[in-house]
């Protein structure tokens, strides 16, 4: 059964960093893209970043380039978003999923979600 657990949401300071985890089991990892999108209340959900296994290549949203940064490690099935700078803006539910193949930032191309991590950018 596949599995895709966040964590590493909280609240922060306008200015402040959190690393997003999300753990993922019962599918073979590297075959599958990655991405972390978001949803803040009523807005639609956003991609904010991709990353392929096969080459490696990544997507960032325009509102994110620069702050964040996406990574995995295989071995431990874990893909994270590394946030910097943060700002109120990005105050919202991220959720991360998991697609065969090349990554998308569409969120109706993803087969496996997770429950989502709250963050909170405020002071």
């Known amino acids: 059964e596949v599995h895709l657990v966040e964590s590493g949401g909280g609240l922060v300071q306008p200015g402040g960093s959190l690393r997003l985890s999300c753990a993922a089991s019962g599918f073979t990892f590297d075959d599958y893209a990655i991405a972390w999108f978001r949803q803040a209340p009523g807005k639609e959900r956003e991609g904010v970043s991709c990353l392929s296994s096969s080459d490696g290549s990544k997507y960032y949203a325009d509102s994110v380039k620069g702050r964040f940064t996406i990574s995995r490690d295989s071995a431990k099935m874990t893909v994270y978003l590394q946030m910097n700078s943060l700002k109120p803006e990005d105050t919202a539910v991220y959720y991360c999923?998991?697609?065969?193949?090349?990554?998308?930032?569409?969120?109706?191309?993803?087969?496996?979600w997770g429950q989502g991590t709250q963050v909170t950018v405020s002071s």
């Open positions: 999923a998991a697609r065969r193949g090349f990554y998308s930032d569409v969120d109706h191309r993803y087969d496996y």
